[in-house]
T-cell receptor, first 112, second 114 residues
Framework: GENVEQHPSTLSVQEGDSAVIKCTYSDSASNYFPWYKQELGKGPQLIIDIRSNVGEKKDQRIAVTLNKTAKHFSLHITETQPEDSAVYFC???????????FGTGTRLQVTL | DTEVTQTPKHLVMGMTNKKSLKCEQHMGHRAMYWYKQKAKKPPELMFVYSYEKLSINESVPSRFSPECPNSSLLNLHLHALQPEDSALYLC?????????????FGDGTRLSIL
């Protein structure tokens, strides 16, 4: 089955700096890659996603890149703000059975 | 605010109790999911319903019994749970019954087993 690795497990940045979280996947059949943000006491919130026919997608301060050859994808957050502090999960979906495989999560802390 | 509503938000129950978790969505989604999330871990898939039919059961113990009464509602019936079942139970929905669709999560029910 699919295996998704996520790094780093914790990330601390100063407000205004950029943050990058990286994920690798094992199943070359995976073709959909969502990113979720989970704040304390809340459920995961979909923040951006990318499909395998696209190399990069951007939404305001958030961008995701995908390298199918290397089987890795990354989340980039620019101009970080304290409200970006949360746990971020990447995930991969092969599209055959509605099953998302999640990474282990990255705890992002944005300090003032 | 999330568009997937879960009730109750918190539940404490004994090992001999029977209780139910409820989930509702009004986005017209036809796939609904139950996940279990332990502290500092990613969500783990338990069940998938596609067009109100159970399509995936990830070898979940029978003390967890899902039910999908209609396309908007999803229940999880609990009976004779163990302390290790204490976790955050998340419901999600997606537009269709096949993969590659964005899943939208509720805020979960935090379950504690005494």
């Amino acid at each position: 089955g699919e295996n998704v690795e996520q790094h780093p497990s914790t990330l601390s940045v100063q407000e205004g700096d950029s943050a990058v979280i990286k994920c690798t996947y094992s199943d070359s059949a995976s073709n959909y890659f969502p990113w979720y943000k989970q704040e304390l006491g809340k459920g995961p919130q979909l923040i951006i996603d990318i499909r395998s026919n696209v190399g990069e997608k951007k939404d305001q301060r958030i961008a995701v890149t995908l390298n199918k050859t290397a089987k890795h994808f990354s989340l980039h957050i620019t101009e970080t703000q304290p409200e970006d502090s949360a746990v971020y999960f990447c995930a991969a979906d092969t599209g055959t059975a509605s099953k998302l495989t999640f990474g282990t999560g990255t705890r992002l802390q944005v300090t003032l | 605010d999330t568009e997937v509503t879960q009730t109750p938000k918190h539940l404490v129950m004994g090992m001999t109790n029977k209780k139910s978790l409820k989930c509702e969505q009004h986005m017209g989604h036809r796939a609904m999911y139950w996940y279990k999330q332990k502290a500092k871990k990613p969500p783990e898939l338990m069940f998938v319903y596609s067009y109100e039919k159970l399509s995936i059961n990830e070898s979940v113990p029978s003390r967890f019994s899902p039910e999908c009464p209609n396309s908007s509602l999803l229940n999880l019936h609990l009976h004779a749970l163990q302390p290790e079942d204490s976790a955050l139970y998340l419901c999600a929905s997606s537009p269709a019954g096949v993969g590659n669709q964005p899943q939208h999560f509720g805020d979960g029910t935090r379950l504690s087993i005494l």
